[in-house]
């Protein structure tokens, strides 16, 4: 059984800095993209950015281009998404997620694998 568990969430004020991790487990890591959606209250969930299973190929929503950074180490099963210049509009559950896919994904209908959710709220 595959299990992704994000952990790193938190309160923090704006223009402060976050990690978000994920641990994937139950499958071969390294043979699969991995993405970072979030979900605002009130809103539906969107892309925010993915990394294809090298770590060598990235994309970025524009809302976070600049701010936002996407890695993994395949070592330790483990995506990160490093995020700074943080905005009170970026509060949201952040959910790590996997397609059945080598190659980047942005589409949510394209991710097969979800993990439960960590939230990171902003504060003006």
């Known amino acids: 059984q595959v299990q992704l568990v994000e952990s790193g969430g938190g309160l923090v004020q704006a223009g402060g800095s976050l990690r978000v991790s994920c641990v994937v487990s139950?499958?071969?890591?390294?043979?699969?993209?991995m993405g970072w959606f979030r979900q605002a209250p009130g809103k539906e969930r969107e892309f925010v950015a993915a990394?294809?299973?090298?770590?060598?190929?990235?994309y970025y929503a524009e809302s976070v281009k600049g701010r936002f950074t996407i890695s993994r180490d395949n070592a330790k099963n483990t995506v990160y998404l490093q995020m700074n210049s943080l905005k009170p509009e970026d509060t949201a559950i952040y959910y790590c997620?996997?397609?059945?896919?080598?190659?980047?994904?942005?589409?949510?209908?394209?991710?097969?694998?979800w993990g439960q959710g960590t939230q990171v709220t902003v504060s003006s």
């Open positions: 997620a996997a397609p059945l896919a080598t190659t980047i994904r942005t589409v949510e209908d394209q991710y097969y694998y």
């Open positions: 139950g499958r071969a890591f390294s043979s699969v993209a």
């Open positions: 990394v294809d299973w090298s770590g060598d190929n990235i």
